[in-house]
């Protein structure tokens, strides 16, 4: 069995206050974390955060809107997690107040005792792109870094 965990988009419905007299129209992405499970993701139920409508993500970047479903009340929130991580990093990601995905993220990496790296956060400047990554090792260690890099663009 081989099991990975990804963050991905998945798009509703809904359209941002700042895009709405665009045409074509811009729906609203927003991030998930998934389990994929030999090559197959786990269906779950997730909230967008922009109109809090329920989606069922069926496959990465792919999800349907669930009818009847209001407060999405199963729906594992921050608080949820909490309590299953170390001190250490709840309390740095709860400063930090990353979303619900890296938490999610993080627990799976946890529970697997699988290593990976996880991008926090992400700031470009010109050609240079400075990432700040949250490395969790399979012991149940992690260490924030930071890396920037130089991109080039090949012009044919």
């Known amino acids: 069995m081989n099991l990975e965990g990804i963050r991905h ?31 197959s993701v786990k269906p779950k139920l997730a909230q967008c955060n922009n109109c809090g409508i329920v989606h069922r993500v069926t496959d990465l970047c792919k ?7 209001e407060e999405g009340n199963s729906i594992r929130k921050i608080d949820d997690i909490k309590v299953s991580l170390p001190q250490k990093i709840t309390d740095f ?13 993080v627990e799976f990496l946890l529970d697997n005792h699988k290593e990976s790296e996880i991008v926090l956060s992400k700031d470009q400047q010109g050609d240079i792109t400075q990432v700040k990554i949250l490395h969790v090792k399979s012991d149940g260690t992690f260490k924030v870094k ?9 012009v044919e």
């Open 9 to 39: 988009l998945v798009e509703c419905h809904c359209i941002l206050p700042q895009f709405r007299n665009r045409n074509p129209a811009v729906y609203h992405k927003f991030v998930v974390f998934s389990i994929v499970e030999d090559d």
């Open 93 to 105: 990601l709860s400063q930090q107040k990353y979303d619900v995905t890296i938490w999610e993220f």
């Open 63 to 69: 999800s349907e809107i669930v009818h009847g479903v």
């Open 146 to 154: 930071s890396e920037t890099r130089q991109d080039e663009l090949e």
